[in-house]
């Protein structure tokens, strides 16, 4: 299964143009399954919640989801983007997942950070494992990486993939994302963004690339630059993910002592 990592550099507000990035570079690289950062058709900082209603849509009938799921009929490809959903009064960092056939679904960002909190509703879907056919993928976004729970819960739903649409500002994600992929023996891919914002005087806010694919064993696949637009392939083998044995005697999923943890 080949996987491309797309790392954009989105001009805020910009959505036609963000597409079309977008789609340049899917164009550029033959992959079955793409991953796009969070929020890729929009850019990141928003001032507040107002802005984000006049720059969110409705997922699946908003042009965003539309076009996306055009660009993944015509390269007969599933895609997982980041984008701001709009839901009634409600805004939602969401990322959704499409393929040649349609619309699959979508997964509201859990675990909001900083300002983020001001803009957008927190999400109340589940964290969601897609079967896709030739592999099961997970989809979290971006800082649910720094709360454990969300990449584990993801596979103990069986996924084999993690999917992970991000706008990182903390250094940490990329090694980070090594140990989560250790101690769930699963891929994950991150997708990111580059550049800077600052649209709140002040507040710059710097994006750090370095999009990347793990394998089950930690090993990192493939990196991307910290400064700009790319796509990155990898191929792998999902079924990899899927034996949770580290020898004949430890079973990463077997051996959890459920009895003896804190659960709230
Ligand atoms: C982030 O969650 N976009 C840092």
Known sequence: MKIGIVQTHPVFGDIVRNLQTIEALINRQPADLYVLPELCTTGYQFKDREEVLELAESIPDGSSTLKL????????AFLIAGLAERCGDKVYNSAIV???????GRYRKAHLFGAEKNCFSPG???FPVYDLGSARVGVMICFDWRFPESMRTLALEGADIVAHPSNLVLPDCPQSMITRCLENRVFAITADRVGAE???PGQTMKFIGQSQAIDPSGKILARASTDHEEILVVEINPQDARNKSINPQNNLFADRRVDLYRED
């Open 98 to 104: 499409v393929g040649p056939e349609g619309f699959i």
């Open 69 to 76: 799921l055009e660009i993944a009929r015509a390269a007969q």
């Open 124 to 126: 109340d879907t589940p």
């Open 198 to 200: 600052e649209r709140v």
